[in-house]
């Protein structure tokens, strides 16, 4: 069954608590990037844990080793379980995130391509070798693009049986249906947490996963 994942962008404590509450019976994990943490603190990974979700943080670390290591040693004391970085700054960077998350019992899952129109300026050239990177260094996964399912096909073949969870179901257009075929999760946020009723919005989403 396909995994779904809360990107819970909100820019204020308490609502991002609240939605967080109402939507948990039907997440299986939530992902939580700068526009929470640089207003929330790192903080919220505790105030969030007892909904007894996987909390991934979302900082898209792309950084000299030195420096990586230190975002991570961070986050997970924090109490995030899984870091998501980017691959680009060479193997050294990125296996000092996968070094940390291991350390921690936790997991690293590396950006193969991004989901907004932009990114095919640069990412599919480059996609490919970063999946490669990724699996060499021991990631536990990639990030790929919902918006453009040819493409998690194509990165499901160098990935194997490791994790691809995928972002751009909703407010960027990408279709369950099909990214779900060859992802493990989906990753939803606006079309969730800007909804009138986002436990319904959650609801609905997990209705249709396999």
Request: glycine share 10%.
């Amino acid at each position: 069954m396909t995994e779904l994942i809360l990107a819970l962008d909100v820019t204020d404590r308490d609502r991002a608590l609240g939605i967080a509450h109402v939507c948990a019976p039907f997440l299986d994990a939530i992902k939580i990037g700068y526009p929470l943490v640089l207003f929330a603190g790192l903080e919220i990974a505790q105030e969030l844990s007892s909904l007894g979700l996987p909390l991934i943080a979302d900082f898209k670390i792309a950084d000299i080793p030195y420096t990586n290591r230190l975002i991570c040693e961070e986050v997970f004391g924090a109490g995030f379980h899984a870091v998501i970085a980017h691959g680009f700054p060479g193997s050294d960077s990125l296996r000092a995130c996968v070094d940390s998350a291991h350390a921690h019992d936790g997991a690293c899952y590396v950006v193969a391509e991004m989901s907004h129109p932009g990114a095919v300026e640069f990412f599919p050239e480059v996609a490919d070798r970063i999946t490669f990177l990724a699996m060499e260094v021991g990631a536990d996964g990639i990030i790929a693009p919902a918006t453009r399912p040819e493409r998690i096909r194509e990165l499901r073949k160098i990935v194997g049986n490791r994790k691809i969870y995928s972002p751009g179901i909703g407010a960027q257009g990408g279709d369950w249906e099909k990214a779900s075929s060859f992802a493990d999760g989906i990753i939803v946020g606006r079309t969730i947490y800007e909804s009138s009723d986002p436990a319904e919005a959650a609801r609905q989403f997990s209705c249709i996963r396999r």
